[in-house]
């Protein structure tokens, strides 16, 4: 066990809809990435928040938003989903911004 | 734009049959190197980080090295345990200080 809780485990949603993920970091941690895994496609970084502030941007989609709040844990909001936006969503914590993450068991997003 | 690329895609071996991962990675400056392991479906666990050229860690039947353009990671007489997808992964020196995953080596190790 990472440390790192991710709810719901899974998510089945229709085309166009909106859904939250939702993460709660290792105590301690202040450091929150979100990524998304597909099947052909290793993980991609989306997003990263420490101590609550927005600090990299990676290959995130304008229909996708994130905030991480004062209690640390963290959103990721994905909104108009299509098919394609099916994938293994994680989000990872780390002490800093600098050393190793610590990952969370992934919410598998299927759209329908 | 930072680049990670992680060979052989695939490895079987037998039980006892040691052998290497490679991972080069192009970076402008290279913060740290990191290797995960991940089990199907399951988050990624890390095992390594390698900051500086010359560098190894070991953990186990593992042992990771970093050279400035690439980093191994060594599997001395595998079990079937070991058995799983190991990813490397490059964060960059720079302001934002990105992480770049490669696609990952699987790895099966057969009884």
């Known amino acids: 066990d990472s440390g790192v809780t991710q709810t719901p485990k899974h998510l089945i949603t229709a085309t166009g809809q909106r859904v939250t993920l939702r993460c709660s970091p290792r105590s301690g941690d202040l450091s929150v990435y979100w990524y998304q895994q597909s099947l052909d496609q290793g993980l991609q970084f989306l997003i990263q928040y420490y101590n609550g502030e927005e600090r990299a941007k990676g290959n995130i989609l304008e229909r996708f938003s994130a905030q991480q709040f004062p209690d640390l844990h963290s959103e990721l909001n994905l909104s108009s989903l299509e098919l394609g936006d099916s994938a293994l969503y994680f989000c990872?914590?780390?002490?800093?911004?600098?050393?190793?993450?610590?990952f969370g068991q992934g919410t598998r997003l299927t759209v329908v | 734009e930072d680049q990670v690329t992680q060979s052989p895609e695939a490895l079987r071996l037998q039980e006892g049959e040691s052998s290497s991962l490679n991972c080069s990675y192009t970076v402008s400056g290279l913060r740290g190197l990191f290797w995960y392991r991940q089990d199907p479906g399951k988050g990624p666990e890390f095992l390594f980080t390698?900051?500086?050229a010359g560098e190894e860690k070991e953990k186990e039947r593992l042992k990771a090295t970093l050279t400035k353009k690439e980093s191994f990671l060594h599997i001395t007489a595998p079990k079937p345990e070991d058995s799983a997808t190991y990813l490397c992964a490059v964060q960059d020196s720079g302001g934002y200080q990105k992480v770049t995953f490669g696609i990952g080596t699987k790895l099966q190790v057969i009884p």
């Open positions: 390698l900051y500086s």
């Open positions: 990872a914590s780390s002490v800093y911004m600098s050393t190793e993450a610590f």
